[in-house]
């Protein structure tokens, strides 16, 4: 898959250096792996927070006497308890995953023009843009979900066009309208470049996807694999994300042409 998108690359003989933002971001991510830690600390966090949610609604699921099964009302008190903590569970992992992608573009734009990564830096600089980002998130959920909802490729295609909306966000201060206008401006203005993107971008999922079911088969240590390759993943794409974005930003709305 990856290798065919390479080929369609060289079909085209653009001039912009998809192969050569893939080495860059890799490199920096390699010369700065504190950026690993946002995503990688927030994923332990979510399961931690789950363990606790779970582990203290255990005895709530016990029988209150010992030969019975749960009465009708404990049954519903335990699933609306269940129902609480589901929607706790989601809405902090969001809230911190929105906060650890916010500090992993910050910090992947300061590695990519040679400014110092700090993560207590990028922490101060993505809690301040907490609201923002909530905002931008829902918006860009609302607006896909209308998408999907209308035969699942208006959505696929509404995706295409938000993605850099909360690279834009972080990056160039911008409110969420703001944001979201700047990203369909960029993939408008530069359409066939970021398809090739994206379609890297697909391969890599695909290939980060079956490496970690082939891992996954191992019992326990398989999954700590999987997780700790799916956090190294997003953080590249992260950075990958920021260097396609800045390299079309500079083109000052020419589109540049791609190459390998």
Known sequence: ??????????????RMSIVGLLKTSFTRLRENPVML?????????VALVSLILIGTMVPSILPSQSDATLSA???M???????????????IGSILGLLGHGMTVLMANDALTGQPVRLADAWNRATARIVPLILASL????????GFV???????????FLMFTFVALMLDESNPLQAIGRSFGVVK??????????????????LVGVVNTV?????ILGQILAVIIGSVYASFVSVFVVAVYNELSASGGEAPDVEV
């Not at 090739?196 to 695909?206: E, K």
């Not at 891992?215 to 019992?219: K, N, Y």
């Open 139 to 146: 918006l860009v959920g609302i607006i896909v979900t209308i």
């Open 77 to 91: 008190n335990v699933a609306g308890m269940a129902m609480g903590r589901i929607i706790t569970l989601a809405v």
């Open 150 to 160: 209308l035969l699942i490729l208006p959505g696929i295609v509404l995706a295409f």
């Open 1 to 14: 898959m990856f290798w065919l998108v390479v080929g369609i690359i060289e079909f085209w003989g653009y």
């Open 37 to 45: 830690v946002p995503i990688l600390a927030i994923g332990v966090v």
């Open 189 to 206: 203005d530069n359409f066939a470049s970021v398809f090739v993107f994206f379609l890297v971008l697909i391969a890599l999922a695909v």
């Open 215 to 219: 891992i996954g088969l191992i019992p």
């Open 73 to 75: 009302d404990e049954a």
